[in-house]
Structure formats: structure tokens, C-alpha cells
């Protein structure tokens, strides 16, 4: 996904300095874009305080007393609870106290952890063999969790940088004791073994994808938080409630689903209710569907349910105060939208 610009030189990454941004945007999942870079630090306490992400948009926050200057993408290495890991900067300066405070991270109270030092080329390697890994030991972790009929998924490892921890991914529906597959695993690898449980959405967002628009998945570029989706999300958009069609890579409701909800509700603030019944003289028609952008209703008969009959919503409000006030239509065909009908003409060769 990275550019050529990522090469090393001389030991140590180059980086595009791009202004935290790649420019082919293939370094900045989930990155926070810094619009407050040319503005000095909220206070002298978050001034060494960085932000440093490693695989698939993990982050964490770390305090600089080691090196001069940092520039966001430069890799670190950086403390870790056994060893050390190694991550690249994503924010500094004057953004890094919104952060902390949309995390609830009080700089007074939270211990952070210290970036050590630039990589070396030996360190780089070591840390790009590791990853070249993560799949095989992925592989032989579900053998042996299958092994030990463990109703459990593991989506995803995460080597540390020396290579002597590694995170495992899983998913399930119960709960899972999974100690004796710590053991296996640890025997096996020779390494300190760290089980994470993740969601259906969040495995998604680590593996990424392209979603049915052609993009790739939100929760895997920008989207940080996984809100409720329900069906009536589809229903106010008039969508068809198909499994197959509302439904993500992760099997759960689109998140795009929540997008534009507001807005719709809005719009439908402004339409009658859909269970509006008008009466005529040729019988009780009722609504059949709504089309949000033409704002119009469409309505049909109740003994001739196969003609449908498009009206504005202000002509059907109107229909409808006429029949709250006791009077009743002839019929729809006077209110129906009137569309002009063209002729085409048509070219044989």
C-alpha cells in the first residue's frame, strides 16, 4: 500500500513527510488529519507527548525525552510491557490534548510510556521478519485452537517488534477458556502470548476490504467508533430489508446505513403518515410508497391494489383535510403528477 518514498536510506525510513498525510494515501489508516499543526501545544505537559500507530490502526500515546525533533511519519522504537516495539508518529503538537481528551486520558494521572530512539536498519529488519510471519503462525494458531475444540475464530496476530510477544485477534460468540491454547501457543512459538476478543465489526476494520460502493471499508479508513444500526434505518431510506443487500462484509447492518438517517427523517417530517388512507367516491385509497426526493406519495385503491396513482404531498394533505372535514373526492385521477410523454424515435442500422 506504501509508496516508494517509504524506502530506507541509510539505516532509517525516509517518508514522504507529506504532512502526516501519504500521498497515495496508502500510510494513513485511520490517521487524525492535523489541523492544528502550525499552532502551538495546549499547555507545556503535552508538548513531548506523541501519538504512534502500528498494524492495522492500532495506537497509543508515548512521551518523547530521548530525541530532538520528530516528524510525523518517522519510525520509533518505543517501551513496551516486555521488550520493545516499534511504530511510526501519526500526531504531535497542538491536536494531541483534543485527542487525549476525546480518549479520557488525563496527562497528570496516565502513565505513558517513552519513545526510546530511532530505529536502526537491523532493528527494521528484524521487525519486517516478524511481520512476513504473522500469517504462518496465524495458520497454526487455529490448527491448534481447532485442535482443542475451541468455538473461537483467530482473525488476526500481531508480532511485537523483537519478536518476543505477539496479540492474538479472535472472535466468538460465548465465552472461551482458552488457557491451555495459551500454553500450546506459547510452547509453540516461544513467545509471550496476549489474547484480545474483538467484534464481527472490528474484525472487518483490521482486515479491510471493498464494500459494495467500490470504497474501501469506513471502518478500516476513518471510522473509529461502531454506532447501533437497526432495520428502521433501511425502512425511513425505503430500502429493501434484504439481508444480502443491507448487510456488510462483517455480517452485520451497513454503517452507512446511519449516514444520511438524519436527513431522511428529516425530509419525512414533512410527509403525511405512511398508513394515510384517503376516501373517494370510487373507494378508500391507501399508500403504498413514498418517494422522499420526487416528495411525492403514491396510492392505490383497495379493491384495484395493480394501478397506483402518484401525488404530491401537498395535494394529499389537501385530500386529506377535505376528508377530515367530512367532504369526500371524486377520485385521484385530477391530483395525479402529470408527465409529459416524449417520442423517441428509433434508428435501425
Not at 506523541?50 to 522504537?77: C, M, P, Q, T, W
Amino acid at each position: 500500500m506504501s509508496c516508494g518514498s517509504c524506502n530506507t536510506k541509510s539505516g532509517s525510513p525516509k517518508g514522504c513527510k507529506n504532512n502526516g498525510v501519504c500521498g497515495t494515501d496508502g500510510c494513513n489508516k485511520l490517521n487524525v488529519f492535523d489541523w492544528l499543526t502550525n499552532l502551538d501545544p495546549i499547555g507545556d505537559s503535552s508538548q513531548n507527548i506523541f501519538e504512534v500507530r502500528f498494524k492495522n490502526g492500532r495506537k497509543d500515546y508515548y512521551i518523547n525525552n530521548e530525541i530532538d525533533s520528530l516528524s510525523i511519519g518517522d519510525a520509533v522504537v518505543v517501551e513496551s510491557s516486555i521488550g520493545y516495539d516499534l511504530g511510526h508518529i501519526t500526531l504531535k503538537g497542538g491536536l494531541i490534548p483534543v485527542q487525549l481528551k476525546k480518549k479520557k486520558i488525563d496527562i497528570n494521572d496516565y502513565e505513558f510510556l517513552k519513545i526510546l530512539k530511532k530505529p536502526n536498519q537491523d532493528e527494521i529488519d528484524k521487525w519486517v521478519k516478524y511481520r512476513n510471519k504473522e500469517e504462518e503462525v496465524k495458520i497454526k494458531s487455529r490448527q491448534i485452537a481447532l485442535k482443542l475444540n475451541l468455538s473461537m475464530k483467530i482473525s488476526d496476530v500481531e508480532f511485537q517488534a523483537d519478536g518476543k510477544k505477539a496479540i492474538f485477534y479472535y472472535t466468538a460468540s460465548d465465552r472461551v477458556d482458552f488457557r491451555k491454547l495459551i500454553i500450546d501457543l506459547a510452547r509453540e512459538f516461544s513467545i509471550k502470548v496476549e489474547m484480545k476478543q474483538i467484534g464481527l465489526r472490528e474484525e472487518a476494520s483490521r482486515l479491510g476490504g471493498i464494500g459494495s460502493c467500490g470504497r474501501e471499508l469506513c471502518c478500516s479508513t476513518w471510522l473509529t467508533d461502531f454506532r447501533v444500526v437497526t432495520t428502521s434505518a433501511a425502512r425511513y431510506q425505503q430500502l429493501s430489508l434484504n439481508p444480502q443487500k443491507i448487510a456488510g462484509q462483517c455480517g452485520k447492518l451497513k454503517c452507512c446505513l446511519n449516514f444520511e438517517l438524519d436527513q431522511y427523517q428529516e425530509a419525512l417530517a414533512d410527509f403525511p403518515s405512511p398508513k394515510t388512507k384517503i376516501k373517494t367516491d370510487r373507494g378508500i385509497a391507501v399508500c403504498q410508497k413514498l418517494d422522499i426526493f420526487k416528495k411525492s406519495m403514491w396510492f392505490s385503491y383497495k379493491n384495484e391494489s395493480i394501478d397506483w396513482y402518484e401525488i404530491n404531498v401537498e395535494n394529499v394533505k389537501k385530500l386529506v383535510s377535505m376528508n377530515e372535514k367530512g367532504k369526500s373526492v371524486s377520485n385521484l385521477d385530477d391530483f395525479v403528477v402529470f408527465k409529459e410523454e416524449k417520442d423517441y424515435e428509433k434508428s435501425f442500422v
